[in-house]
């Protein structure tokens, strides 16, 4: 019984940091978690999360896994939904260039690319696109968002 309570104990305690750590970030900033160098916030997290239910799940998924066989083409010549957790290619790309596909469409980034993917330009607003791409961006392991935050550093610095 002792090592239940000590283990309890423990667990609260670490909930307690956790909670401290999260606390002490400016304005409910997830600690860790930027968009274009700006600190995300969990209300934008959790806006994100409910649009990408309501808007992209459909198509990547409800647990962002994609469509099946995402890398092999349609018979129309068009690509399957990729997945957008780690095992996708979604954290290869810069803030700035899931911000222009999600919002003008993917021709927007590649010209003459055709995709099933719909412009959400005038469907969400900016910072509805932000928040869904922050939800996507916090299920993401350390190692992918660490690579996608320089990724994103260098795009935006011209590299």
């Known amino acids: 019984m002792r090592g239940v309570a000590i283990g309890l104990a423990g667990a609260g305690a670490l909930a307690v ?3 401290m750590a999260t606390a002490q970030q400016p304005d409910g900033a ?16 959790a806006l994100g ?8 799940a459909s198509c990547h ?6 469509q099946p066989d995402w890398r092999r083409r349609l018979e129309d010549g068009r690509m399957p939904a990729p997945p957008h957790d780690e095992t996708g290619h979604t954290w290869h790309h810069a803030d700035g260039q899931l911000f222009t596909i999600t919002k003008q469409g993917v021709g927007a980034a590649v010209p003459g690319y055709e995709s099933d993917m719909p412009a959400f ?10 928040a869904t791409l922050a939800y996507i961006k916090s299920t993401w392991p350390e190692r992918e968002r660490a690579f996608q935050a320089e990724v994103t550093a260098k795009a935006e610095a011209g590299r």
Request: glycine share 12%.
């Open 17 to 19: 940091v956790a909670w």
């Open 30 to 45: 997830v600690e860790g978690l930027t968009f274009a160098g700006e600190p995300v916030t969990a209300a934008e997290v």
């Open 49 to 56: 999360q409910e649009i990408y239910a309501q808007s992209c």
């Open 61 to 66: 998924g409800a647990d962002l896994e994609g």
């Open 121 to 130: 330009g005038d469907s969400l607003t900016d910072a509805e696109i932000r």
